[in-house]
């Protein structure tokens, strides 16, 4: 399994980004895909999830309405649209496959399993 996050970078609060989540290894479109971050000096915080066939998602709080999460089961690849940008926003932003396939959206990290090396949002005027 290998998960390669990308489309990080620096944004102005209210600013909006694309990350992206390149899967391989495994049968993406039979997997739900979860997007969690690390802000520094604190632990990974779990941030959205998408079932397999992306017909359904789930957001923490502290990003709904202002995050989507989307797939593209033909590219292997996952998506989150941030907008509305704001410096709490700042940390290092991950994806993981869930541990079993299906057709649910688990919410919980530890249902989570193979995480990428991760792509750094900086929210910062």
């Known amino acids: 399994v290998q998960l390669v996050e990308s489309g990080g970078g620096l944004a102005q609060p209210g600013g909006s980004l694309r990350l992206s989540c390149a899967a391989s290894?495994?049968?993406?479109?039979?997997?739900?895909m979860s997007w969690a971050r690390q802000a520094p000096g604190k632990g990974l915080e779990w941030v959205s999830a998408v079932n397999s066939v992306g017909s359904d998602a789930s957001y923490a709080d502290s990003v709904t309405d202002r995050f989507t999460v989307s797939r593209d089961n033909a590219k292997n690849t996952l998506y989150l649209q941030m907008n509305s940008l704001k410096p709490e926003d700042t940390a290092l932003y991950y994806c993981a496959k869930a541990r079993e396939g299906g057709w649910g959206t688990p919410i919980l990290l530890q249902e989570y399993e193979d995480w990428g090396q991760g792509t750094q949002v900086t929210v910062s005027s």
């Open positions: 290894g495994f049968t993406f479109s039979t997997y739900a």
